[in-house]
């Protein structure tokens, strides 16, 4: 089974940046695809991007042009760079991987990211 587990959250400043990092157990060449989902309080888990096995990217409009998902195959890695934060941007942000042969999507524990005024 495989795990994700993810890091770089915390406490940032408006404009600030972060880069959340989400390592997985096994190469995420066996993944469809990998992405990051963020939920906020009171509110429901979202889309923020994903990435393919072919490198493919997708964005929610809230974030492009201000996040960038990327990869790097060897270390079995995918990350969120966030710049320009906003205090909205405010959510515990999980990582999502989709397996290529059962389909069966796997979720981190999540990382806490809080942007200040």
């Known amino acids: 089974q495989v795990q994700l587990v993810e890091s770089g959250g915390g406490l940032v400043q408006a404009g600030g940046s972060l880069r959340l990092s989400c390592v997985a157990s096994?190469?995420?060449?066996?993944?469809?695809?990998m992405g990051w989902y963020r939920q906020a309080p009171g509110k429901q888990r979202e889309l923020v991007a994903t990435?393919?096995?072919?490198?493919?990217?997708n964005y929610a409009d809230s974030v492009k042009g201000r996040f960038t998902v990327s990869r790097d195959t060897a270390k079995n890695t995918a990350y969120l760079q966030m710049n320009s934060l906003k205090p909205e941007d405010t959510a515990v942000y999980y990582c999502n991987a989709v397996g290529r042969v059962t389909g069966i999507q796997t979720w981190g524990q999540g990382t806490q990211v809080t942007v200040s005024p």
């Open positions: 990435i393919t096995s072919g490198g493919n990217t």
């Open positions: 096994r190469s995420i060449f066996t993944f469809n695809a």
